[in-house]
């Protein structure tokens, strides 16, 4: 692939120093943000024997750029001299391929093939292995074969790229604890986890997980799930420069295609995607900040054409790669040495008692799981708890009002709901109805609430992320939103939760009783979590049970402070756009919102005890 005009321009030949080699061409190619030292040989040269000769020289180029390309030197005639190529310019040999992200394949020596993805495909930008707390310094790319058209390595300054993503994306990751990395191994999809572990035997991978201190899940003897958090930037010691050094967008579903994510997410299940990733306190990261970082990677990248016999030396803490789609045949070696992590490196923001408080508080609530878990028994369990958890807090005027919807998951167009004609505090997983798209009950011997219906199915079927939709006819809900301009004033954190997490619906004209009416809220609500409708109440929504019904109850404490202040005749102060939006990403998450369900869960078991009748024996998905 040619580099384009602007790129080509910005390529400076340089000298590095009046005394080096005579036997070679020296210069740095590149653009503005990212470049790369080229050592050419002049003449019938053998690499090994010229490193031997020229040790120190390297050495200096290699201090000053940390990246080489050598060029035109005699190809290799084994993958032996490639692994003492590595040898000898590392530290030690070379390092096996751990925590493997990709498919590849080890030849001999330790090297590797490349990744082995489709040709048709892009890998993004990444350095390797930072998706973990432990990575090779050194990589190297052998050529022993260029492709015929495309299959470039895109290379990229790390220090670059943090500086081209908006600081407050940057800021938000550090203050945030990293980034948390979920994968669920299965033989379905991705590699098994005998593969990424290395083992067959279950106990050595416990063993593992809690060195490295990760959390395992064994849903069963084919499927295990991680999850971890690790470093999303470093502080190179030697420039003091601040390093964007994680796969937090390679690892996120919106890596991939958007037909592809949804089939996914669909069938299995936000929970249940093979890879994603989080912010450290496990937040949801916004897919318009990844795809800012999607940009300043491809902003910052410079790519050259592969030649037969290039070998490419880089540092993989200061330089990102990776690989652009091409045709025909391609192949290349890769080798990596010089293990180091993140206690080499200085944090790129300092770590607070605050940020370490927090960190621990989430590690307990993640070690002492949770007794209401995520099968399907235990769903419609806490789909039950939380109809008698709104008739608790008289959220459901005491009628038979208001309806809660959970998708079923990995099943297609099918959701939960209490039934019509049912008191919410008579509600029990056994009553609960079973319906599909087309307003069949599939299990149950009550009817649907067709106003109900109409709203949750569109809901369910426009937002991906919308698994539990609750809406009330609450008192403080309804009056607010009987009011001239429904607008939610940011009076309080519990109201910060919803700045620019909610919309507006005026369009009441009696029950929404058509799917064209509730196509229009749907399609309204797509991208936030709260509907205000006029004159008729509330709408939350969230990825679980306990998001949505957190939200809700939230939502009638912040109606409520909002009608009483209007109220007064004194000017109430609000708080500022920036304060109210920290304060959303801070106390908005979803293991907070599990955290308060779970205690509202164990005082209604209190309320209740009928309800611990039903409590699910068996959590089996």
């Keep these: 692939m040619e580099n384009n005009f602007k790129t080509l321009i910005n390529i400076q030949p340089k000298e590095i120093s009046n005394?080096?080699?005579?036997?070679?061409?020296f210069e740095i190619i590149g653009n503005e943000f990212t470049k790369i030292a080229v050592i050419t040989s002049v003449g019938d040269h053998e690499l090994e024997d010229w490193l031997a000769k020229n040790n120190?020289?390297?050495?200096?180029?290699?201090?000053?750029?940390?990246?080489?390309?050598?060029?035109?030197?005699?190809?290799?005639?084994?993958?032996?001299?490639?692994?003492?190529?590595?040898?000898?310019?590392?530290?030690?040999?070379?390092?096996?391929?751990?925590?493997?992200?990709?498919?590849?394949?080890?030849?001999?020596?330790?090297?590797?093939?490349?990744?082995?993805?489709?040709?048709?495909?892009?890998?993004?930008?990444?350095?390797?292995?930072?998706?973990?707390?432990?990575?090779?310094?050194?990589?190297?790319?052998?050529?022993?074969?260029?492709?015929?058209?495309?299959?470039?390595?895109?290379?990229?300054?790390?220090?670059?790229?943090?500086?081209?993503?908006?600081?407050?994306?940057?800021k938000r990751f550090e203050d945030k604890g990293g980034v948390m990395y979920v994968r669920n191994f299965s033989e379905e999809m991705d590699i098994p986890w005998e593969t990424f572990f290395g083992t067959k035997e279950i106990k050595e991978v416990e063993k593992y997980c809690k060195e490295h201190h990760m959390n395992l899940s064994q849903i069963d003897q084919n499927r295990l799930r991680i999850d971890y958090v690790a470093q999303a930037t470093l502080l190179d010691k030697p420039t003091n420069k601040k390093i964007w050094f994680n796969q937090a967008h390679l690892f996120h579903y919106s890596n991939l295609d958007s037909d592809v994510y949804n089939y996914l997410i669909d069938t299995y299940g936000i929970d249940n995607l093979?890879?994603?990733?989080?912010?450290?306190?496990?937040?949801?990261?916004?897919?318009?900040?990844?795809?800012?970082?999607?940009?300043?990677?491809?902003?910052?990248a410079f790519r050259f054409d592969w030649e037969q016999g290039d070998l490419l030396m880089m540092d993989n803490i200061n330089f990102t790669h990776g690989r652009d789609p091409y045709d025909g045949a391609r192949q290349l070696y890769v080798s990596m040495s010089e293990e180091d992590g993140v206690h080499n490196y200085l944090k790129a923001a300092a770590t607070t008692k605050v940020t370490e408080a927090r960190k621990n508080t989430a590690s307990f609530f993640i070690i002492n799981e949770s007794k209401y878990g995520d099968s399907k028994a235990m769903l419609k369990y806490k789909l039950a708890l939380s109809c008698r958890m709104l008739r608790s807090l008289q959220l459901d005027e005491g009628s038979i009002s208001g309806h809660i919807s959970m998708k079923v998951p990995n099943e297609k167009n099918l959701f939960w709901v209490n039934p019509f004609g049912i008191l919410f505090d008579e509600i029990t997983p056994d009553n609960l109805i079973l319906v599909n798209n087309d307003g069949e009950v599939l299990e149950g011997d009550y009817p649907i609430n067709v106003a109900g219906f109409c709203i949750h199915s569109e809901i369910h079927n426009t937002s991906r992320e919308a698994n539990c939709i609750v809406h009330t006819h609450s008192p403080w809900g309804t009056l607010f939103s009987s009011l001239e301009k429904p607008e939610i004033l940011m009076l309080d954190q519990n109201s910060c939760m919803f700045y620019d997490n909610y919309v507006l619906y005026n369009e009441f004209d009696g029950p929404v009783n058509t799917t064209d009416r509730a196509i229009k809220l749907a399609e309204k609500l797509r991208d936030k979590n709260i509907a205000v409708l006029a004159n008729h109440g509330a709408i939350s929504c969230g990825e679980s049970i306990e998001t949505a019904m957190m939200y809700m109850i939230s939502l009638e404490r912040s109606f409520r402070l909002n009608v009483l202040a209007r109220q007064m005749n004194e000017k109430v102060n609000l708080i500022d756009s920036k304060t109210a939006q920290n304060s959303k990403e801070w106390i908005s998450n979803p293991m907070g919102f599990k955290i308060e369900f779970d205690a509202l869960a164990r005082r209604i078991e209190r309320e209740y005890p009928d309800i611990k009748n039903y409590y699910p024996i068996s959590l089996s998905i």
């Design 56 to 170: 120190d020289f390297v050495d200096e180029i290699y201090e000053k750029n940390r990246i080489i390309l050598f060029r035109k030197f005699n190809g290799f005639s084994s993958k032996k001299e490639f692994s003492s190529i590595v040898y000898n310019l590392s530290t030690g040999g070379a390092l096996d391929y751990a925590e493997p992200s990709s498919p590849r394949t080890r030849l001999e020596d330790k090297i590797y093939t490349s990744t082995e993805y489709p040709k048709e495909q892009s890998i993004p930008q990444h350095n390797e292995h930072s998706y973990s707390k432990s990575w090779p310094k050194k990589l190297f790319f052998y050529c022993e074969r260029p492709s015929e058209v495309g299959g470039c390595t895109p290379i990229c300054n790390s220090s670059a790229v943090y500086n081209k993503i908006p600081s407050e994306i940057t």
């Design 19 to 25: 005394h080096y080699p005579k036997d070679i061409k």
């Design 274 to 300: 093979p890879r994603n990733s989080y912010y450290g306190d496990g937040t949801t990261i916004s897919i318009s900040d990844l795809q800012l970082i999607r940009q300043a990677y491809e902003d910052v």
